[in-house]
């Protein structure tokens, strides 16, 4: 089967909890990137993805034995973009910000993500007349791009490696965190703590631990994805950042117990709000 990965799965996960997902980004001039707008089209996601003369559109391909992951084959091209195609994607972005409540910045490393774009993108979102919420999934290499976002969701080995500092307790996942948002700027961190669930920085003093509420996990692919779609979201029509949280934890935990990249719809998000526990949050400031 085929399925949308990397920034196209968060795009499906907005889309399956209700909301509209407006995708840019860049794919190959091929059957697989043929294949990437049939499954937009699927999915009801509106992307401007531009197809590209020379590059191929990334695929990663899974192997499954009994519901596990045995191996993974990836074909990709992962450098920087020209200056004249970043520019062209930038001018898609002034078409596209006007109608957005958030903005939501995967970085998988393909290329696209580089200080120069972000500068740009930047600048975009300081000419508009409100402000929007921009949320970043990052990667450490890139770290030093992200200066000035509204919350960036890594999760403990991207925290520790972003911070260049080993993780090894409570105390070191929250050092780290201080650490990124006073060297960025951010206003807000979201760190997913896999088992352990997240914490959450509010701001630089407040941080809070929400308890994973998985029951079963049968596959964490895509978990990152529907925590940052969810909360981005949640932000997008004004939820506080703590109660956005809570419900990307619970969205969290519907989609590690599937097989592979999966969403969480609005009723499945109701239906495991209703049959949770009551967890504790701890106050980790």
Not at 24 to 45: C, K, P, Q, T, Y
Request: hydrophobic fraction near 45%.
């Amino acid at each position: 089967r085929h399925v949308l990965g990397g920034a196209g799965n968060v795009a499906r996960n907005i889309t399956a909890l209700g909301g509209t997902a407006l995708l840019l980004g860049v794919r190959g001039n091929d059957s697989a990137g043929e294949r990437l707008d049939a499954l937009f089209r699927e999915e009801a996601i509106q992307a401007a993805v531009q197809a590209h003369p020379t590059r191929p559109t990334t695929v990663k391909s899974r192997i499954l034995a009994r519901g596990q992951q045995m191996l993974r084959f990836d074909w990709e091209q992962a450098q920087a973009f020209s200056t004249r195609e970043e520019e062209d994607l930038l001018h898609i972005v002034d078409e596209l910000l006007p109608r957005c409540q958030a903005v939501v910045i995967s970085d998988y490393n393909k290329g696209l993500i580089t200080p120069s774009f972000m500068l740009g993108l930047r600048k975009r979102l300081d000419g508009l007349s409100a402000p929007l919420p921009v949320l970043v999934d990052p990667k450490p290499g890139n770290i030093a791009a992200y200066a000035g976002v509204t919350l960036m969701t890594p999760n403990t080995k991207e925290t520790s490696e972003s911070a260049q500092m080993p993780i090894h307790s409570q105390r070191d996942v929250v050092t780290a965190g201080q650490t990124l948002m006073r060297r960025l700027g951010c206003k807000h961190m979201l760190t997913t703590l896999g088992a352990e669930g997240m914490a959450v920085f509010e701001d630089e003093n407040t941080i809070r631990r929400i308890p994973t509420v998985a029951r079963k996990v049968f596959d964490v692919t895509g978990a990152g994805d529907t925590v940052i779609a969810t909360v981005a979201l949640a932000l997008g029509v004004g939820v506080p950042l703590l109660q956005a949280s809570i419900l990307a934890n619970h969205a969290a935990g519907v989609v590690v117990g599937e097989i592979g990249a999966a969403t969480c719809s609005n009723a499945r998000l109701c239906l495991a709000l209703e049959e949770a526990p009551t967890v504790s949050i701890e106050d980790w400031s």
